[in-house]
């Protein structure tokens, strides 16, 4: 796609057209562009913030899982918790139980690092 028919695409979805919106979520996650699908989450698409943490969770990005979790998104912190289990990293599964993810602290108490 031309970088002019990726601005129109852009600028249609940005008009409220949910086809265009969609079509630039395809796109961007057979490019694997976390930018592109990280403006459309934050512009509000639950579609695109879906395809942002699975796209997240395949490469690992646990800072992406993070700031998402930071907004709310109960998705990306079980994406995040699984990551980060499976890392054996406890310092970031206590930073999510001490903001009251109780998943996150049933980790812990599985690790035995209360």
């Known amino acids: ?23 630039l979520i395809v796109l961007a996650s057979c490019r694997g562009d976390l930018a ?5 989450s934050d512009g509000g ?11 997240a969770a395949e490469r690992g990005d646990a800072e992406e899982l993070r700031r998402l979790v930071d907004q709310g998104n109960v ?15 406890v310092d970031e599964l206590r930073r999510l139980a001490e903001k009251g993810n109780a998943a996150a602290a049933e ?5 035995g690092a209360e």
Do not use: Y
């Open 36 to 40: 592109e699908l990280r403006r459309l």
């Open 75 to 89: 998705t990306a912190a079980d994406q995040l918790i699984e990551l980060v289990t499976e890392r054996g990293d």
């Open 1 to 23: 796609m031309t970088d002019s028919a990726l601005s129109a695409l852009r600028e249609r979805a940005g008009n409220g057209d949910q086809d265009a919106a969609d079509e």
């Open 107 to 111: 980790q812990l108490m599985e690790l």
């Open 45 to 55: 698409n639950a579609t695109a913030a879906d395809q942002l943490i699975e796209l």
